[in-house]
């Protein structure tokens, strides 16, 4: 088995659904980080059989709560002095603010320039999100 | 209520208030005329709708208000590419209420965000026309005396038709009501609303293709037009529309005190034949919007 170095402090993205990962590290930016970042997919889950993590050496203010978009089945470690010191579950947010955009052609998202696009969690299993504006459903593609 | 942007802001008790409203306007229309008398409304309409603008026009101006306001986007500050938001604020500072227009949809919830002053969304797109509603709503309550209780047959385009959704998210706050969508296979209601409505409120409905076979059960009949650009080829639309018109035929197996509801403009979903029945009530209804509208201008100022 590959083995990677636990990190000392830091944060620790677990329990990705396999196949996740990659999506969480790109909506994430990881790689412009100018930090150490580890993508790890496939790795052996006692929980779900198989897993994806990303292990990221420094303490960032990332924005997670994208996260629990792409996948609210995650764990997210933080780590100090190699000790995990807070588990954070994750869930999908209740609102989500200038990350979805509205695929509405008809939205007055799609014209007016400055307005924030925000929406509401519509279901949580179906990931499905409906815009603040014109209701149109958002459905979050696995 | 500050702002009315969407028929599900008001709550049963707000759509009583302004229904008994309504109902004293009609009755003494006289008491109600000076009402408004030193207010100013503006009637934004980013494009155009004569009888929505006229039905809120007249509505004002017989409170005794004043009203400003443009018809089309080309003769507005619009066409040179101002915010919204700047309009709104703009125009907020010169009157007391704003009853908007706009293709976009969602465009008055985003006008309201910045606006001092009550916003009306007289329609936004295929979204939402909360004042179709309550005229839809004003109109069940003077012909059959309740909501409640009753049997509800909508026809035609029940995919694109937003009347159509925001009376049944309205209606379904009510007790009692069984819904008949009645509707070719290509515009039937969409999903959302009948798994957000429908089944989550455990609202009886059932779905069928010809007005013929439900005629009989219904309490008050919806149409609605069905439009020959929702159709994929004329074949289809030729094959269709003539089960989706009323006509005197249809309406021999109808109840005897049936209501026949229509948002207007009619194309040829009603035949003229029909006018002259006793349940037809559509030329009604367009009055009562006006009524309805006076009753919301009256609330939303709280000039009473
Ligand atoms: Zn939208």
């Not at chain 1, 320039?113 to 459905?139: G, M, P, R």
């Not at chain 2, 409640?148 to 379904?172: A, M, P, W, Y």
């Not at chain 2, 008050?220 to 020959?228: D, E, G």
């Not at chain 2, 009323?246 to 026949?260: E, G, Q, V, W």
Request: include cysteine.
């Amino acid at each position: 088995m590959l083995y990677i170095d636990s990190i000392s402090k830091g944060i620790v993205i677990d329990h990705i659904s396999p196949g996740l990962g990659f999506r969480i590290f790109q909506y994430l930016k990881l790689e412009k980080s100018d930090y150490t970042v580890a993508l790890i997919i496939n790795a052996p889950s006692k929980r779900k059989g198989k897993k994806d993590v990303i292990k990221i050496e420094k303490h960032t203010d990332l924005d997670l709560r994208i996260i629990g978009i792409i996948d609210p089945d995650v764990t997210i470690n933080i780590i100090r002095n190699e000790k995990i010191v807070e588990k954070i579950q994750l869930s999908p947010p209740q609102k989500v603010e200038g990350v979805i955009q509205c695929k509405n052609p008809r939205c007055v998202t799609s014209t007016e320039d400055n307005v924030t696009q925000t929406f509401s969690l519509l279901d949580k299993k179906e990931l499905s999100y409906k815009c603040d504006y014109c209701d149109h459903i958002y459905n979050w593609e696995m | 209520m500050k702002h009315l942007i969407d028929s599900m802001d008001l709550s049963i008790e707000e759509l009583e208030e302004l229904f008994t409203l309504s109902k004293e306007i009609m009755k003494d229309e006289d008491k109600y005329r000076f009402s408004c008398e030193k207010k100013l409304m503006s009637t934004l309409f980013y494009e155009p709708s004569t009888r929505t603008r006229f039905s809120f026009e007249a509505a004002m101006l017989r409170l005794g208000g004043k009203v400003i306001g443009f018809s089309e986007a080309s003769t507005s500050s619009a066409s040179k590419g101002e915010s919204l938001p700047d309009t709104i604020r703009t125009v907020g500072s010169y009157v007391d209420l704003i009853v908007m227009r706009h293709p976009k949809e969602g465009a008055p919830r985003y006008a309201s965000l910045t606006s001092d002053v009550p916003i009306i969304n007289a329609g936004d797109g295929g979204h939402q026309h909360p004042t179709q509603t309550l005229t839809d709503l004003l109109t069940i309550i003077e012909i059959k005396g309740k909501i409640e209780n009753q049997t509800i047959g909508l026809c035609g385009d029940l995919k694109f038709g937003r009347t159509v959704h925001s009376l049944i998210k309205s209606l379904s706050k009510y007790e009692g009501i069984n819904f008949i969508l009645i509707s070719p296979p290509e515009l039937k209601i969409p999903e959302y609303i009948k798994k957000e409505i429908l089944l989550k409120e455990s609202i009886p409905f059932i779905e069928v293709e010809t007005l013929e076979e439900v005629m009989g059960d219904i309490d008050v009949l919806y149409m609605t037009r069905v439009q020959k650009e929702r159709f994929f080829n004329e074949a289809d639309y030729v094959r269709l529309k003539d089960t989706y018109i009323l006509d005197n035929k249809k309406l021999i197996s109808a109840k005897k005190d049936l209501a026949i509801l229509h948002p207007l403009p009619r194309v040829n979903e009603i035949s003229p034949e029909v006018d002259s029945d006793p349940r037809a009530v559509y030329f009604k209804q367009a009055k009562y919007g006006m009524y309805v509208r006076m009753a919301l201008i009256i609330k939303m100022l709280g000039a009473i």
